[in-house]
């Protein structure tokens, strides 16, 4: 992909996705909107340190801002399939 996602962060409780070229997408908490970034742009990039602290950017616990971005990895994966 010409664009891919090149850096995932966790803000305000939300993902958000910066790509190759520094456009940052929308911030999102929806796993249906990252499936869709994911789908159009890919990702080759790498998660910040907020992903594994997501605690301290509005998430409820550690490890969720991960989960909902995976979330959206796997619907966009199912969808690839189909």
Do not use: W
Not at 55 to 65: K, S, W
């Amino acid at each position: 992909m010409s664009n891919p996602i090149h850096i995932v962060s966790a803000v305000e409780g939300k993902i958000e996705m910066r790509l190759q070229d520094n456009t940052i997408l929308p911030l999102t908490d929806d796993p249906k909107m990252i499936a869709l970034a994911v789908g159009c742009h890919g990702v080759e990039g790498y998660f910040s340190s907020t992903m594994d602290f997501c605690t301290e950017y509005g998430f409820a616990e550690n490890g969720a801002a991960r989960r909902l971005f995976e979330a959206g990895q796997a619907i966009a994966a199912e969808h690839a399939r189909s």
